[in-house]
Every structure is written in C-alpha cells, then in structure tokens.
C-alpha cells in the first residue's frame, strides 16, 4: 500500500480532535515528501541530528516533534525549529532546553514522559516522581518552556488490557496534573500515546496525539 493510502485510512479512522504524529524516523527524504505531499505536516523523529537534516531539506511548513531521548549536548541543533518535544523525564533537561530555546527567543512546548509501562527502561518519570517535579522544582520560573501535556509509551504485549489499564491510569495522572498545576492553562491539552500496535486503544483513553510509524512508512 501507498504512503498515501495509509494516511487516508488512518485519518478517516482518527476522531477530528486527535492530532497524526507521522513517525519517520530511519525513513529516507523521498519517503517523507510523499507523506508531505498526501498532506501529512507533523512529522516525529528520534534522532535529533536525523530531523535536523531532513528539515533542512524538507518544506518549512512541516512541524517536527522530537520523540527521542534527548541528550542535552544536542539541544542546539533543534531549539531553532523543533516544535514539541515528547520526552522531556527531568527538571534539568527542561532547564537545558529552556536556555537553548532563549537563545532563539522561542518558547518551546514540551510533554513530559510518564514511565508506565512493565518494561525496564531507564526513560520517563515514574509518576510520583513527576508529581514529585512539579510540586517541588521551579519550573515556573523557565521563560522559554511550555509544559503543554504528557506523553508514555504502552507495555509491548499482547495483553490489551494491560495497555489499556496503563492508558487509563495516563488519564488520571493527565487530569489530576492539569487540575494541580494548570487549571489556568488551557494549553496543558496534551495527551500523546499510542503507536501503530494500540492507538485506537490509546484514543479511547483519552490520547489526543498518536505517533504512528510502520502503519504508515511500512516496516523501519
Ligand atoms: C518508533 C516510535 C513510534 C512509532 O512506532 P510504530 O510502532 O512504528 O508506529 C512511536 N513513538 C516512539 C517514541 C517511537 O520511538
């Protein structure tokens, strides 16, 4: 199937209020011009140096996400352009991107990553600990930073409904974090999660931007 197709039929299956993150990471150029060209705008990558690359290239119209774990020497070559950044799990990598984004005079909009899947990983905030974060760390204080949301990844199992129940705890987390520390801040509207194997599971549950990768550009 084209890449074109894959998009139609994902749109016309997405609720309008969910935004199609288009995953395109490891995929050539000429494989994100035909994304570009079937309308997609909001490309996801995980190398920061990768999305560097392709945007130089690339129309100026698109919006890069970066969905990768973020080290901090490379901020500089994305605080020009990137406009959401998904996996931001420490006070001091918000802190890092804030001076790279005031060197720009941007403001850069970042999610922070929940930690909720079984899997071990060394990414994300375990819950508490983002609770943690936001009641204790000045980020208020960071110009230029945004917390618009969070992201997470579900378990790679089968078992749906552990995914679900991962994604229905998201939700609380989201709302209880939105009632805390945004009840003034209506662009704390951001719940990304789901990927090709569980996004309608994750629309259900409340995810308003899925990131899809092979459903669309086929296996990396
Ligand atoms: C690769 C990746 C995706 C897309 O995964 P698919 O299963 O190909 O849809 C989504 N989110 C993140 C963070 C990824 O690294």
């Given at each position: 199937m084209s890449i074109a197709h894959n998009i139609q039929q994902l749109r016309s299956s997405l609720p309008p209020e969910v935004s199609l993150l288009a995953i395109s990471k490891y995929q050539p150029i000429e494989r994100l011009q035909e994304a570009y060209d079937a309308g997609q705008r909001l490309f996801g990558e995980n190398h920061i140096q990768e999305m560097a690359a392709k945007a130089a290239t690339l129309p100026a119209d698109i919006q890069w996400h970066f969905t990768g774990h973020v080290q901090t020497n490379k901020i500089k070559y994305m605080a020009s352009f990137?406009?959401?950044?998904h996996a931001v799990d420490s006070f001091r990598l918000l802190r890092e991107i804030d001076k790279h984004a005031a060197r720009h005079g941007r403001v850069i909009d970042c999610l922070l990553q929940i930690h909720i899947a079984q899997e071990d990983t060394k990414y994300g905030f375990a819950p508490d600990e983002c609770l943690h974060m936001l009641a204790t760390e000045?980020?208020?204080?960071?110009?230029?930073?945004?917390?618009t949301g969070l992201m997470a990844m579900g378990s790679n199992t089968d078992d749906m409904e552990q995914v679900r129940g991962e994604f229905r705890r998201m939700k609380e987390l989201f709302d209880h974090i939105r009632t805390t520390?945004?009840?003034?801040?209506?662009?704390f509207c951001q719940l990304s999660e789901g990927m090709t194997d569980d996004y309608p599971i994750a629309i259900a549950e409340g995810s308003t931007i899925v990131r899809i990768g092979s459903m669309i550009f086929g296996s990396r």
């Amino acid at each position: 199937m084209s890449i074109a197709h894959n998009i139609q039929q994902l749109r016309s299956s997405l609720p309008p209020e969910v935004s199609l993150l288009a995953i395109s990471k490891y995929q050539p150029i000429e494989r994100l011009q035909e994304a570009y060209d079937a309308g997609q705008r909001l490309f996801g990558e995980n190398h920061i140096q990768e999305m560097a690359a392709k945007a130089a290239t690339l129309p100026a119209d698109i919006q890069w996400h970066f969905t990768g774990h973020v080290q901090t020497n490379k901020i500089k070559y994305m605080a020009s352009f990137v406009s959401l950044i998904h996996a931001v799990d420490s006070f001091r990598l918000l802190r890092e991107i804030d001076k790279h984004a005031a060197r720009h005079g941007r403001v850069i909009d970042c999610l922070l990553q929940i930690h909720i899947a079984q899997e071990d990983t060394k990414y994300g905030f375990a819950p508490d600990e983002c609770l943690h974060m936001l009641a204790t760390e000045p980020w208020r204080e960071l110009q230029h930073v945004r917390i618009t949301g969070l992201m997470a990844m579900g378990s790679n199992t089968d078992d749906m409904e552990q995914v679900r129940g991962e994604f229905r705890r998201m939700k609380e987390l989201f709302d209880h974090i939105r009632t805390t520390h945004f009840a003034h801040e209506p662009s704390f509207c951001q719940l990304s999660e789901g990927m090709t194997d569980d996004y309608p599971i994750a629309i259900a549950e409340g995810s308003t931007i899925v990131r899809i990768g092979s459903m669309i550009f086929g296996s990396r």
